[in-house]
């Protein structure tokens, strides 16, 4: 009996690409729109949050979030994803994929809802009810990683699976580049309803009563679409590899994905044994059998999404600032509040449309031809040089006419971001771990890299500030300016290289023989043949 658990695992291995894994793909992937929608659209409304409810009457600036506020508003969502992404992961390896992913949906969709009716008109309410939605929302973004990443490794073939688990997470490129197109929708259609002068003309009158409202919607949108795959999430059967693995039901593992597959995948009526018939298989995720085999590994999969994190993150949800340091976005008081939402999620939109999301996809492309180590390898060496380029010299960048080239050499780093380590991080660790520790070990690998975000998202808030005085935002203390910040970042990534070549090359292999799986399979007696049934097979290929 016990070489009848590997019939459907080699069954999985070895199906043909069908219209089921494009349905996961879309299923699973509507969760990441949403996320990276939630997690980015923040930064295109922090600057109108501040004229809305910080300005001073009289001042010469419009109102910005203080340093306290704007660090919470920012970083709440990112904290509450570390913990979701701990929680989430280790529950479905306890209860099963499937049983929890529905509720991390329903959660982000609920609470994304929900941070755009933040109580109130006063500072301190909407400022309070917003970080407290926004940190479970952070908490359902949290569970879709780990869990969509192993769902999508556990039901695609060996030979396409980087390519569909870089799909799932490929979906961000659009969440983000969603967020920015929307932005500039709702911003020009309220500054054609209501017109408004730049601040410096009329400090008052430059932010209407209805920017109130534009803010909440921007906010609120990114729920819809995920909403509409909710339904198919919940009718999406358990993956047969934790079914099999690790709840030991084979009989139930051969019917779902006999129903998938559309394969008929025959099992003998007996006791299913424990997988691994050897001592070995029974160790646990703190055990010195964990850190032998597996230690390094979770090491370099914790460690490179770190850095690449504190990179990314300080990108993305800054940008906006490097732009206005170079003066490719105007001075704030040139604006009124609407405006200036159109015109950073105009930039927004432009960096997506042109580096981001073709990064996504050329993972997508190359992944299964290249490797993931070759990729992330390529992708950190890359960002490393361009973010040294960019800073070392910084003066010249912006200069009058030099900043469409500081745009294009900022967009590379972003396109090697994605065509590269934040696309790879997100995939190994859904390959190389073992089945009943692979969404626990997902989720420490992806939690990790949130803790890098955070301290992307608080440290360049200060270290980004002006070395003078004079020139801070209001209550910032000075910092080290954007172009040291700009070294600090290259130096980052390149360590990011370095503990690359602690992760391990997982394209063409199965994910048992990835885990060390199949070498506990042989102890305890077990075969890699197909099924018969399997060459005899019917199915529909695209």
């Given at each position: 009996m016990a070489g009848e658990n590997l019939k459907v695992l080699n069954a999985?291995?070895?199906?043909?690409?069908?219209?089921?894994?494009?349905?996961?793909?879309?299923?699973?992937?509507?969760?990441?729109?949403?996320?990276?929608?939630?997690?980015?659209?923040?930064?295109?409304?922090?600057?109108?949050?501040?004229?809305?409810?910080?300005?001073?009457?009289?001042?010469?600036?419009?109102?910005?979030?203080?340093?306290?506020?704007?660090?919470?508003?920012?970083?709440?969502?990112?904290?509450?994803?570390?913990?979701?992404?701990?929680?989430?992961?280790?529950?479905g390896d306890k209860l099963g994929r499937k049983k929890v992913y529905g509720i991390t949906l329903m959660l982000m969709c609920l609470c994304s809802i929900a941070s755009g009716l933040s109580f109130g008109h006063e500072a301190k309410s909407v400022m309070a009810t917003l970080c407290f939605f926004r940190f479970w929302l952070g908490f359902g973004i949290g569970g879709d990683y780990p869990l969509s990443a192993t769902i999508m490794s556990e039901y695609a073939?060996?030979?396409?699976?980087?390519?569909?688990?870089?799909?799932?997470?490929?979906?961000?490129?659009?969440?983000?580049?969603?967020?920015?197109?929307?932005?500039?929708?709702?911003?020009?259609?309220?500054?054609?309803?209501?017109?408004?002068?730049?601040?410096?003309?009329?400090?008052?009158?430059?932010?209407?009563?209805?920017?109130?409202?534009?803010?909440?919607?921007?906010?609120?949108?990114?729920?819809?679409?995920?909403?509409l795959t909710f339904y198919w999430r919940l009718k999406m059967p358990e993956t047969?590899?934790?079914?099999?693995?690790?709840?030991?039901?084979?009989?139930?593992?051969?019917?779902?994905?006999?129903?998938?597959?559309?394969?008929?995948?025959?099992?003998?009526?007996?006791?299913?044994?424990?997988?691994?018939?050897?001592?070995?298989?029974?160790?646990?995720?703190?055990?010195?059998?964990?850190?032998?085999?597996?230690?390094?590994?979770?090491?370099?999969?914790?460690?490179?999404?770190?850095?690449?994190?504190?990179?990314?993150?300080?990108?993305?949800?800054?940008?906006?600032?490097?732009?206005?340091?170079?003066?490719?976005?105007?001075?704030?008081?040139?604006?009124?509040?609407?405006?200036?939402?159109?015109?950073?999620?105009?930039?927004?939109?432009?960096?997506?449309?042109?580096?981001?999301?073709?990064?996504?996809?050329?993972?997508?492309?190359?992944?299964?031809?290249?490797?993931?180590?070759?990729?992330?390898?390529?992708?950190?060496?890359?960002?490393?040089?361009?973010?040294?380029a960019l800073a070392f010299p910084y003066h010249h960048w912006t200069q009058p006419g030099h900043h469409i080239p500081f745009v294009v050499m900022y967009s590379l780093t972003f396109f090697f971001a994605n065509f590269g380590p934040n696309a790879t991080t997100f995939v190994v660790p859904a390959e190389i771990f073992p089945a009943r520790f692979r969404s626990t070990c997902h989720g420490i690998s992806a939690a990790s890299g949130k803790l890098g975000a955070m301290v992307g998202a608080f440290g360049f808030l200060y270290l980004a500030q002006s070395p003078d005085k004079a020139k801070t935002d209001a209550g910032y203390p000075p910092g080290i300016g954007v172009k040291n910040s700009l070294i600090v970042l290259g130096a980052v990534n390149f360590l990011g290289l370095l503990f690359t070549f602690l992760v391990p090359e997982s394209k063409g292999k199965s994910l048992e023989e990835m885990s060390g799986e199949i070498g506990d399979m042989k102890e305890g007696g077990e075969e890699l043949d197909r099924p018969a049934s399997y060459n005899n097979r019917t199915v529909p290929v695209i």
């Amino acid at each position: 009996m016990a070489g009848e658990n590997l019939k459907v695992l080699n069954a999985l291995d070895s199906a043909k690409t069908q219209w089921y894994h494009f349905t996961a793909i879309i299923i699973a992937g509507m969760g990441f729109f949403t996320d990276a929608y939630d997690l980015f659209c923040i930064s295109l409304v922090t600057k109108m949050l501040g004229r809305i409810y910080y300005t001073k009457p009289g001042a010469p600036k419009p109102g910005s979030l203080p340093p306290d506020v704007s660090a919470a508003v920012n970083g709440v969502a990112l904290c509450g994803t570390l913990a979701g992404q701990l929680f989430f992961g280790w529950l479905g390896d306890k209860l099963g994929r499937k049983k929890v992913y529905g509720i991390t949906l329903m959660l982000m969709c609920l609470c994304s809802i929900a941070s755009g009716l933040s109580f109130g008109h006063e500072a301190k309410s909407v400022m309070a009810t917003l970080c407290f939605f926004r940190f479970w929302l952070g908490f359902g973004i949290g569970g879709d990683y780990p869990l969509s990443a192993t769902i999508m490794s556990e039901y695609a073939n060996k030979k396409t699976r980087g390519a569909f688990i870089a799909a799932v997470f490929a979906m961000q490129g659009f969440g983000i580049l969603g967020g920015g197109v929307f932005a500039m929708i709702i911003s020009a259609a309220f500054d054609a309803k209501y017109p408004a002068p730049p601040y410096e003309v009329d400090p008052v009158a430059s932010t209407i009563p209805q920017a109130d409202y534009v803010w909440r919607i921007i906010l609120m949108a990114g729920a819809m679409p995920a909403l509409l795959t909710f339904y198919w999430r919940l009718k999406m059967p358990e993956t047969a590899r934790y079914t099999a693995l690790v709840a030991n039901d084979l009989k139930q593992a051969n019917a779902d994905m006999s129903k998938v597959l559309q394969v008929d995948i025959e099992a003998e009526p007996a006791k299913v044994q424990q997988t691994a018939g050897s001592p070995s298989s029974s160790y646990g995720l703190l055990s010195k059998e964990f850190l032998t085999r597996h230690g390094l590994h979770l090491l370099g999969t914790t460690s490179t999404w770190f850095l690449l994190d504190i990179a990314f993150y300080s990108q993305n949800l800054f940008q906006k600032d490097i732009f206005s340091a170079i003066g490719w976005i105007p001075a704030a008081k040139t604006m009124n509040s609407i405006n200036e939402v159109f015109t950073i999620a105009k930039a927004q939109t432009l960096i997506a449309l042109c580096s981001t999301v073709p990064g996504y996809w050329f993972t997508v492309a190359l992944i299964d031809r290249m490797g993931r180590f070759a990729i992330q390898l390529l992708g950190f060496t890359m960002m490393t040089a361009f973010m040294f380029a960019l800073a070392f010299p910084y003066h010249h960048w912006t200069q009058p006419g030099h900043h469409i080239p500081f745009v294009v050499m900022y967009s590379l780093t972003f396109f090697f971001a994605n065509f590269g380590p934040n696309a790879t991080t997100f995939v190994v660790p859904a390959e190389i771990f073992p089945a009943r520790f692979r969404s626990t070990c997902h989720g420490i690998s992806a939690a990790s890299g949130k803790l890098g975000a955070m301290v992307g998202a608080f440290g360049f808030l200060y270290l980004a500030q002006s070395p003078d005085k004079a020139k801070t935002d209001a209550g910032y203390p000075p910092g080290i300016g954007v172009k040291n910040s700009l070294i600090v970042l290259g130096a980052v990534n390149f360590l990011g290289l370095l503990f690359t070549f602690l992760v391990p090359e997982s394209k063409g292999k199965s994910l048992e023989e990835m885990s060390g799986e199949i070498g506990d399979m042989k102890e305890g007696g077990e075969e890699l043949d197909r099924p018969a049934s399997y060459n005899n097979r019917t199915v529909p290929v695209i």
